[in-house]
Structures are given as C-alpha cells and as structure tokens.
C-alpha cells in the first residue's frame, strides 16, 4: 500500500515537474509583464517570481483534481487572479516593459496579445462586459505605439475585476 501511494506521489511530481520545466519560462514573463518589473538583471522580477510561485503552489496542490484540465490554464488564470486582487495595492512605476499602462491594462493587454486569450474568456475571467475588454486592449496598445499618452495614475478605487 505504502508502495503504491509512494510511486503514485512520485509520479505526480514527475507530471509536475515536467510541466514546469515546459511552461515556468513563458508564464514567468507574462507575471514581470503584469508586474511591469524589469527583466534585467537577474532577479528584479521579485513580485512576478513571487506571483508565479503561489500560481504554481496551487496548482500542485490541485495536481490529481485537474482530470484532463489544462494545468497551464490553470496556472495562468491562478496568476492572473493573484496579480488583479494585489494590483491596487502596487500601483506605482517600476521600470518595465508595460509600465506605461495601468494595472488593469496591463492584465488585459498580457491575456489578450501575449496569451491570446479570447476576449469573451478574457471578459470572464475579469467579470468585465466584453466591449470593456476590447476598448482597454485598444487603449492599452495605443498608449504602447505612442499614439495615446500614458494614462494618468491614480490610486484605483475598486478591485481590477470589479464593474465600473
């Protein structure tokens, strides 16, 4: 019995671990893009590393009730999540590639453009109305191209997800 439960653990974490290996690199960078932290020098991504960490914690923690569930999905909205009830609370420039944009922005512009999330998933996910999502993506690039100028930082006064 021991013997068992111990390979079926040891397998579980080989499953893990074979996970990580293929989707840590291209998560840790949409969390530094969210985070907007720069990438360079080594390690001053600290809160994306810290974000990515507690998404992959509860995904491991969640391994043998995924049936089929795309463990990457899976990460991704956990980190997503984690970083929009955070955001109001780390509003301040950081020296990224997005930091330019809000918070929300950023969120929207990562899921949409970089993870190619659809925008009714996206919209879901961020209990936003759709054509919300679509103007803050509209938004959130133009200001990137520099054809808009950088949105004014105040203090958000609700949740990212919540409705305006």
């Given at each position: 019995m021991r013997e068992r439960q111990a390979g079926r653990q040891r397998r579980r974490a080989q499953e893990f671990?074979?996970?990580?290996?293929?989707?840590?690199?291209?998560?840790?960078h949409a969390a530094t893009l969210l985070t907007a932290e720069p990438?360079?020098?080594?390690?001053?991504?600290?809160?994306?590393?810290?974000?990515?960490?507690?998404?992959?914690?509860?995904?491991y923690a969640n391994w043998d009730r995924l049936h089929g569930e795309d463990p990457y999905n899976r990460t991704r909205q956990?980190?997503?999540?984690?970083?929009?009830?955070?955001?109001?609370?780390?509003?301040?420039?950081?020296?990224g590639l997005l930091d330019r944009l809000t918070p929300q922005e950023r969120l929207v512009l990562v899921l949409r453009l970089y993870e190619g999330v659809a925008e009714e998933q996206t919209a879901a996910l961020l209990g936003l109305p759709v054509d919300r999502v679509r103007a803050i993506?509209?938004?959130?690039?133009?200001?990137?191209?520099?054809?808009?100028?950088p949105t004014v930082r105040r203090g958000p006064t609700?949740?990212?997800?919540?409705a305006p």
């Open positions: 671990d074979a996970f990580v290996a293929g989707a840590a690199g291209r998560l840790l990438v360079r020098p080594p390690g001053a991504n600290e809160r994306a590393q810290r974000l990515l960490t507690a998404a992959l914690a509860r995904t956990d980190l997503t999540g984690r970083f929009a009830r955070e955001a109001w609370r780390h509003h301040r420039p950081r020296g993506c509209n938004r959130s690039v133009a200001t990137m191209r520099g054809t808009r100028g609700r949740p990212l997800g919540a």
